[in-house]
């Protein structure tokens, strides 16, 4: 089996500030370690890609190839597809690990869709998104499901009634923006290891390819005007309100990378 991994890390257990999740701090990166290497311990006969997806992409250490040698990594940032750097047709299944839930969930640690300083809401469709949902739909491009999410309870719940057969463990209880409760580590490592070996015994039909209906209509909400003024003069972008704008097309690639690209371009509103 050839096994796609997105790496985020605001829904792992021991993390709740976003200091938790910066660089400098290496107690919490030993906090996903170990909870990676929990994932990673079943698939050792399987060929594993894991895109570091957190930020500017360096969370992970390379050396976790030396004990998993089946494992290839991709860090860095900025990058096409960002989160979903790497992955193509030939993989099987896709899991998300680390993942949180959507910007204005109530009780949600460190809820936010791509950006949690620039991006208010995001809709597809007329549903309200979250960073699975998005990522989930690109996979569905080259025919690859979602297997498996490892990420905190209030993201469980807003999955609930769009996959077939998912794998899900929910890695701590969140009771506010910037709190959770943690069951023991040791608990939650055995559990995310069961779940894996769980989500194996599945065949690739057997979950979700998920997908939108054309055509295909983005409707993203900033967090102030002024990035909706930067994004305004970008091709197929429609100006809906003061802070909304609009993107449709049949082709969900270019409504994926339009999301990046207003991503990148309203992370420059900070030096303004």
């Known amino acids: 089996m050839k096994i796609y991994i997105s790496f985020d890390f605001e829904g792992l257990a021991g993390v709740t500030q976003w200091s938790d999740v910066t660089k400098g701090k290496d107690f919490k990166q030993y906090y996903a370690m170990e909870q990676l290497k929990a994932l990673l311990k079943p698939l050792k006969e399987h060929e594993i890609v894991i895109s570091d997806s957190h930020a500017m992409g360096d969370n992970i250490l390379w050396e976790i190839s030396k004990e998993f040698p089946n494992v290839e990594l991709i860090s860095g940032g900025i990058r096409k597809y960002y989160m979903m750097s790497g992955i193509d047709e030939s993989f099987d299944r896709m899991i998300f690990f680390g993942y949180h839930s959507g910007v204005g969930e109530l009780y949600s640690t460190m809820d936010h869709t791509y950006s949690s300083s620039s ?31 490892v990420g905190d309870d209030k993201l469980e719940k807003q999955l609930n009634g769009y996959f077939n057969n998912l794998v899900y463990v929910s890695t701590k209880e969140s009771i506010g923006r910037f709190s959770a409760k ?11 290891e069961n779940a894996t070996q769980v989500m194996l015994n599945y065949k690739k039909e057997d979950f979700t390819l998920f997908t ?11 967090s102030d005007t002024l990035r909706a003024d930067m994004v305004e003069s970008m091709p197929l972008v429609e100006r809906i309100d003061g802070r909304k704008v609009k993107l449709v097309h049949d082709d969900y690639n270019v409504v994926f990378e339009g999301l990046l690209a207003m991503t990148y371009i309203t992370m420059a509103a900070k030096y303004i």
């Open 119 to 149: 991006i208010h809401n995001i809709w597809i469709n007329g549903k309200y998104m979250n960073e699975t949902l998005i990522n989930a739909a690109f996979g569905g491009l080259f025919n690859v499901p979602l297997a498996m999410v």
């Open 182 to 192: 943690f069951k023991p580590m040791k608990k939650l490592l055995e559990e995310i």
């Open 212 to 222: 939108f209906e054309k055509p295909i209509e983005m409707i993203v909400e900033f």
